[in-house]
């Protein structure tokens, strides 16, 4: 029996896990498929204290190591389903099945989807969900970054650098993202906004070849070799556990105790209903979701 279970193994996951057995307890950390989460898809990290200068790859995988070397078992499989048994929770996955006396989630989320025809047999062949992981494959290429925040402005910048031409398409005309990367977008010069603008087609073959965007009642349609979709990410809580309480959009409800509706259950990260989702405000959540399983296992 594990004192505490942790579904999923990003910065939120990770550091409550570390607190987990640097209180001498028997920490799972259950990953479906990297762990550092969202943020190794982040080509630089400036704004978390004290790490000026670091890839989000190499944050992840530091965090890693540190879990690991302090004694957190990782395994590599997807939690399809939390039983609670009262005193102790049974967390099932494909192949196993494990005993926890806590659970911490801190799943994440999954990037929002255009939910347009031919969107999921072009993935991979044209249109991706993560520059970082993907913009290598379209160097000196014309690609469109879609979307109006933070993730998209970082989006297009990156690309800039390494595709000929980049458009950043987005359905207003203001930009939900901060100014200053607003003007550093708009100070490049192989970006091209197209702003007021819905994609409402993705045209190809074997692979994407085109977008139909409709723009002030007109259709046109922009010939590209990808197309980076950044529209925002939904959350990965729904019918993990029955009875857990998701606000309207499906994010866990928890206050800032990071405790659920469910005794011995927790929550952390981007997961969890909230106003500001950061890597700090991440990490501080699961100091916080540890603190708290740490509180029920000695009760
Ligand atoms: P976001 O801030 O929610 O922005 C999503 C964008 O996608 C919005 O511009 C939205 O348009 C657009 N959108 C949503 N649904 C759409 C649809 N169905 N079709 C077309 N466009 C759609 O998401 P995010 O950029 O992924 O950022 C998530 C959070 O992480 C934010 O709090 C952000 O500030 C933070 N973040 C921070 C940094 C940083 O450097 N500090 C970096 C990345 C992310 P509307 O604006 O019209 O709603």
Do not use: W
């Amino acid at each position: 029996m594990y004192d505490i279970v942790v579904v999923g193994g990003g910065p939120a996951g990770l550091t409550a896990a570390i607190y987990g057995v640097r209180a001498n307890k028997k920490v799972l950390v259950l990953e479906a498929v990297a762990c550092g989460g969202q943020i190794i898809n982040t080509s630089k990290i400036t704004n978390y204290p004290a790490a000026p200068d670091i890839t989000g790859l190499e944050f992840g995988q530091t965090l890693q190591k540190q879990a690991e070397d302090l004694g957190v078992e990782i395994e590599f499989e997807r939690v399809d389903n939390i039983v609670d048994n009262g005193n102790y929770k049974l967390v099932k996955t494909e192949d196993d099945q494990y005993r926890a006396k806590t659970v911490i989630l801190a799943c994440g989320t999954v990037p929002r989807k255009l939910s347009l025809d031919n969107e999921e047999k072009f993935t991979g062949f044209g249109i991706s969900y993560c520059a970082t992981c993907d913009g290598g494959f379209y160097k000196d290429k014309v690609v469109a970054v879609n979307g109006g925040g933070n993730s998209a402005l970082h989006e297009a910048l990156y690309l800039s650098s390494i595709a000929k031409r980049v458009f950043l398409t987005h359905r207003r005309d203001e930009f939900r993202g901060s100014a200053d990367l607003v003007n550093k977008v708009k100070a490049k010069a192989n970006i091209e906004l197209v702003l007021g603008a819905n994609i409402v087609a993705l045209n190809g073959e074997r692979k994407l070849e085109s977008i139909t965007i409709s723009r002030g009642g007109e259709t046109s349609e922009l010939s590209l070799d990808g197309l980076f979709v950044s529209i925002g990410r939904i959350p990965n809580a729904k019918e993990l556990i029955k009875g857990l309480t998701l606000d309207k959009d499906g994010y866990i409800d928890a206050g800032e105790s990071c405790k659920t509706n469910i005794p011995g259950i927790f929550v952390a990260g981007d997961v969890r209903k909230k106003d500001v989702r950061q890597l700090v405000t991440a990490t501080s959540d699961g100091a916080i979701a540890a603190t708290q399983a740490l509180h029920y296992v000695m009760e």
